[in-house]
């Protein structure tokens, strides 16, 4: 037997998210039943974390286990030729036996889309479209003000299934590239909704109707009703995954 890491990528619109659930397809039933087809037998799916419904991930790392049965070119074309347009194994490797996806990941990096002017259905798939331009600076002194280690209880939702909250986000940024804008952030680990949360109140801050330091606000009092919106999971993807 060795251990296998995968790292795949993903549109995520026709998807309950990433976890195997009784109501609805999923990222990690399709790459099951590809491996199924493959190896010949059942074999689990451990992932980095968890992606909402419609979240895409251009890098989402998995490992399984399996039988030393094909080269790692030979699995990876065999895998892929399984796989449906929307899912693709980008690379695999072999890992020592203790690796594990999730628990050896350092970190996560996100972005969230906007873009602004006409709108435009090529886009709108990957992208929230926005009427006008927020104010960019005001974005982004509410990022710094995230930046390090707090308790983000006000900034998740209460459907998510930890009791720890604290998080430490290393990076935060808006970033503007003609009409298209990004929020990126970087960090130890997220909660549930923690980064369309995160997203809609530096687009409430952008747009004026939430003052920059709300966060003191939500931080102090674990205040979720302080913060912006939950965002549409269509924009958000997973971009990278650090080991």
């Keep these: ?43 689990a799916v451990t992932g980095c974390s968890r992606t909402d419904a419609g979240v895409h991930a251009k890098m989402f790392c998995c490992h399984i286990d399996c039988e030393d049965k094909f080269p790692d070119n030979a699995f990876l074309r065999g895998l892929n030729s399984l796989l449906p347009n929307d899912i693709a194994v980008i690379d695999c490797c072999e890992v020592n036996s203790d690796f594990h996806a999730r628990y050896n990941a350092k970190g996560k990096k996100y972005i969230y889309s906007f873009y602004t002017g006409t709108l435009n259905p090529f886009d709108s798939r990957y992208m929230l479209h926005l009427e006008n331009e927020p104010d960019i600076d005001l974005m982004n002194n509410f990022c ?64 004026k109707r939430l003052h920059f330091d709300c966060y003191v606000d939500v931080f102090e009092r674990k205040n979720r009703s302080a913060a912006g919106e939950t965002l549409p999971p269509h924009a958000l ?5 650090f080991y």
């Excluded at 890491?5 to 099951?32: C, E, F, K, R």
């Excluded at 993807?237 to 995954?241: A, S, T």
């Design 237 to 241: 993807r997973l971009e990278e995954v």
């Design 1 to 43: 037997m060795k251990r296998m890491l995968l790292t795949i990528s993903y549109d995520g619109t026709a998807y309950h998210g990433w976890q195997v659930q009784p109501n609805g397809i999923t990222v990690q039933q399709v790459l099951q039943d590809a491996l199924e087809k493959l190896l010949g037998k059942r074999v």
């Design 144 to 207: 710094k003000g995230i930046i390090g280690t707090h308790d983000f209880e006000g900034f998740s939702s209460a459907k998510r299934t930890v009791d720890d909250t604290v998080r430490t986000i290393d990076e935060c940024c808006v970033k503007k590239d003609g009409n298209r804008i990004y929020f990126e952030i970087k960090g130890n680990g997220f909660l549930y909704n923690m980064v369309r949360i995160l997203a809609g109140t530096a687009l409430a801050v952008g747009q």
